[in-house]
């Protein structure tokens, strides 16, 4: 009878899992499909663009032909980006572009344009840079001794509003922090976010904006800060000329707001104890100072990344904001292809108005009056005199 040996069947057992595991370890090398299949690279994409239909390329990249080909320009005269072996200047503002305007990951981007991951985060960071200094060349202040046609041609607002010269508001940003910052960060709506504050025209350019506040900063410490210090370097409107701004800061010279306890926007209920000339300046006032909320709307739809940026370093998040306000203000300045501002509208509140108007406390009222300067109440109470001693002629 012969003897059993366990131990060879179990050394059989093992070669051939050793050889089987090399067999297909050499099947999957010979076999192994790239991750960019395309048939079409990054450059034969953004070829296809410039070269396509003019439609498509706004949908894109959110400006036309040769709006684009200028600020390529602005780039390359400058030397502010380089072409490599791999990627023209062209090719790579053309990735920022369409990862600005649509909100892409980093990893879509990746491999929409058949670029790695890093280098596409290495462009992002380096456009977005070079536009926030470039943000003193197109963000800049009003001129102050221009009235817009905006206000002239219109009865409503001329010669009322003749001394204004644009529009303050705050808006919030999502964007993603650590836990230990989170609080900080996190808006009165429960979600993280940095607080932009903006001055724009009436021509809904941006004329001033400082970005990467907190979110659970109020509205008007942003903006004292920002006109209290030298660095931050606020367009101070001169004498007779002011910024309109809603309930949610100061009537104090140069910031023309509301009257408090009185309706603001034409929807709202009429108030029985209600001041018809007060409710009148409040009505015209917030039609004309809704070019900042409709700015805040094109800005946020033409470049979808501002509704969440990816989770880059916060400075990085701020930089994107900034270098989105400046894109703005290149199109609005470069492209052909814009929507038109009609302040006939009803004025639009997008939530982000930290005082209700019509609601305020007597508390606040008195306070308010209390910090108001008496120049820029008088102003405010002659043009409501105006207005209503005009609508009765």
């Given amino acids: 009878m012969s003897g059993y040996d366990s131990s060879d069947d179990d050394d059989d057992v093992v070669l051939l899992v050793c050889v089987m595991d090399s067999v297909i370890r050499k099947i999957r090398s010979q076999s192994r499909i790239p991750k960019h299949v395309s048939s079409f690279s990054g450059h034969e994409k953004m070829c296809e663009l410039i070269t396509g239909h003019e439609g498509l390329l706004l949908e894109h990249i959110r400006m036309n032909r040769d709006c684009f080909h200028r600020l390529v320009t602005l780039f390359t005269m400058q030397n502010r980006l380089q072409e490599t072996h791999t990627l023209t200047v ?20 990746s491999y929409e344009w058949k670029h790695s991951g890093k280098t ?25 001794n221009d009235v817009s046609t905006v206000i002239t041609e219109n009865r409503r607002f001329f010669p009322y509003f003749q001394g204004c010269v644009g529009a303050i508001d705050g ?17 009165r709506k429960g979600f993280t976010s940095q607080n932009v504050m903006a001055v724009v025209d009436f021509e809904m350019k941006f004329t001033y904006l400082v970005a990467g506040w907190e979110g659970s900063c109020h509205d008007a410490r942003v903006l004292n800060v920002a006109t209290s210090n030298p660095a931050f370097m606020f ?13 949610g800061y100061k009537n104090k010279p140069g910031f023309l707001a509301p009257f408090r306890g009185q309706n603001y926007h034409l929807h709202d209920r009429r108030r029985e104890d209600g001041d018809r000339r007060k409710e009148m300046f409040n009505y015209r006032h917030a ?14 739809s033409r470049f979808r990344i501002l509704r969440g940026i990816p989770r880059y370093p916060l400075g990085k998040q701020r930089d994107i904001v900034i270098a989105c306000a400046v894109l703005h203000n290149f199109i609005k300045l470069f492209s ?58």
């Fill in 171 to 187: 808006t919030h940003i999502p964007c993603v922090v650590d836990a230990d910052v989170a609080a900080a960060y996190r808006n």
């Fill in 336 to 393: 052909s292809e814009e929507a038109t501002f009609n302040p006939e509208d009803d004025a639009v509140d997008d939530g982000n108005a930290e005082d209700d108007v019509g609601k305020a406390s007597t508390q606040q009222r008195q306070q308010q009056q209390r910090e108001e300067s008496n120049d820029i109440g008088h102003i405010r109470d002659r043009i409501a005199d105006a207005m209503w001693n005009d609508r009765l002629d």
């Fill in 120 to 144: 596409i985060s290495r462009y992002i960071d380096t456009i977005s840079s070079h536009l926030v200094q470039l943000a003193s060349r197109f963000i800049v202040p009003p001129d102050f």
């Fill in 235 to 247: 367009p101070h409107a001169p004498e007779g000329k002011y910024y309109l701004v809603d309930a």
């Fill in 287 to 300: 039609s004309l100072r809704n070019v900042i909320e409709r700015t805040f709307g094109v800005w946020k």
């Fill in 90 to 109: 062209q090719e790579q503002l053309m990735m920022f572009l369409t990862m600005v305007a649509h909100g892409d990951s980093n990893r879509r981007t």
